[in-house]
């Protein structure tokens, strides 16, 4: 008896459509939300992908850095600039006598 009273009541079938609207507004919300924390997890994982490359590519030109700047110091050094005068420009030190094979 009371499916019979359900039926015939107007206040029960609203009640079942707001129900059903409510449930599918919901249901709508929810595939927004899923998809847009979906997008936001797919951006945060490409972004820590970028973080991780770019801490590769920093810790290489640190090294790099690092031997340049051993380099410039070497070059610098009185020993190695008298090595390359001597070997590149063929200077000789005074009193010394330049000996070298014919090309």
């Known amino acids: ?23 599918l507004v919901l ?6 939300v899923g998809s847009s924390a979906w997008q936001i997890w797919k951006l945060r994982t490409r ?3 970028q ?7 920093k810790t290489k030109l640190l090294q790099q850095e690092k031997i340049l700047n051993d380099e410039i110091t070497r070059l610098n050094t ?4 008298e090595q390359l005068a001597r070997e590149q420009l063929g200077l000789v030190k005074q009193g010394e006598i330049l000996i070298s094979p014919k090309n």
């Open 1 to 23: 008896m009371k499916r019979a009273r359900l039926k015939s009541n107007p206040k029960n079938r609203q009640r079942v459509r707001i129900r059903r609207s409510s449930i």
């Open 47 to 49: 972004v820590e992908d």
């Open 78 to 81: 009185p020993s190695y600039i």
């Open 51 to 57: 973080l991780a490359q770019l801490n590769q590519e």
């Open 27 to 32: 249901a709508v919300l929810m595939a927004i």
